[in-house]
């Protein structure tokens, strides 16, 4: 049986291009982990505003941008930045765009003020990713999803890009972090994420206006492994997952959580692709 070689991390923070967080220093240590363990990575983040462009050396991959993502009714130009972080061989793709990225801040602007526009933000995010990892001709076996920033992946991944020799066979996982958002999003959100292959049944009970819990449980309804990342989440979401009959992996110690996420990786793959023969 083949094992699940190529891993894809899509993940909202990494360390030293934003500060230190739960989710910073997981999204900088564990591809580096799961490469050392012998697996093949990739790796994205969102170009946020308050990324040192000079100091942490990224620079455009011309032949990677360039095209158009159209999100309600509006052209946004799709430009993809690297950077490699020396001392873990990691490279860094970033995904940028001037009105959702470059002027801005992360999810919450200097004030603390969430922006507004956090719906159509992911929505780009997460068709950036997958729109560059098609160009690639990368074909990742399991694609893991950090943060409710990639919470659309999974719906994407399964319905819109399923067909895509990229995602075709790929196996889905979404970690759950204690970082959440206060607010709910745009009151037309289930419009805005529509694309090709997705059906208003698609969305299951996605009632507007979508809080933080309803767009985890989302992303668990596409997702084939769930992991609890942080010691306190919303519960409900775990739950959700369990009583879904999904693999979960429950929250582990710093010093376990690579080799389980290793681990569970497997597990996903093999579970699935049982399923699956």
Same mark, same amino acid.
């Given at each position: 049986?083949?094992?699940?070689? $190529? ?6 923070? /990494?360390?030293? =291009? ?32 308050? &990324? ?16 158009? *993502? ?8 799709? /430009? ?13 793709? #970033?995904?940028?765009?001037?009105? =959702? ?22 929505? #780009? ?10 160009? *690639?001709?990368?074909?990742? @076996?399991? &694609? ?11 719906? =994407?991944? $399964? ?9 075709? +066979? ?10 959440? #958002? ?10 805005? *994420? ?7 049944? +698609?969305?299951? @009970? ?5 809080? %933080? ?7 668990? +309804? %596409?997702?084939?492994?769930? /992991? ?26 710093? !010093? ?6 290793? !681990? #569970? ?13």
């Amino acid at each position: 049986m083949t094992k699940a070689n $190529k891993v894809l991390f899509i993940t909202q923070e /990494i360390t030293p =291009y934003v500060s230190e967080s739960e989710m910073a220093n997981i999204g900088r240590n564990l591809p580096q982990a799961i490469q050392e363990k012998g697996r093949e990575i990739r790796t994205f983040m969102p170009k946020w505003g308050n &990324i040192n462009e000079r100091r942490n050396q990224l620079h455009e991959v011309i032949r990677l941008s360039g095209m158009n *993502l159209i999100i309600d009714d509006t052209d946004h130009p799709l /430009i993809i930045k690297v950077a490699s972080i020396q001392s873990a061989r990691m490279q860094v793709y #970033f995904i940028d765009n001037d009105d =959702y990225f470059q002027n801005r801040m992360q999810t919450t602007d200097e004030n603390g003020i969430e922006y507004d526009d956090n719906d159509s933000r992911a929505v #780009f995010y997460a068709r950036g990713v997958l729109e560059t990892v098609k160009k *690639l001709r990368w074909c990742p @076996d399991v &694609i893991h999803c950090h943060g409710w920033m990639t919470a659309l992946a999974p719906l =994407y991944i $399964k319905k819109t890009y399923k067909d895509e020799p990229s995602f075709r +066979d790929a196996k889905v996982v979404f970690s759950v972090y204690e970082d959440d #958002f206060k607010s709910t999003l745009s009151d037309d959100f289930a419009t805005k *994420l529509m694309l090709k292959g997705i059906t208003k049944k +698609d969305l299951g @009970d996605l009632k507007e206006p979508v809080d %933080y819990a309803a767009l985890c449980k989302l992303a668990v +309804d %596409y997702s084939d492994g769930v /992991i609890q990342n942080s010691e306190k989440v919303d519960e409900s979401i775990i739950e959700y997952a369990r009583q879904s009959g999904k693999l979960v992996l429950d929250y582990q110690n710093p !010093e376990n959580y690579a080799d389980a996420c290793n !681990e #569970f990786y497997d597990q996903v793959w093999d579970a699935t692709a049982n399923e699956e023969e």
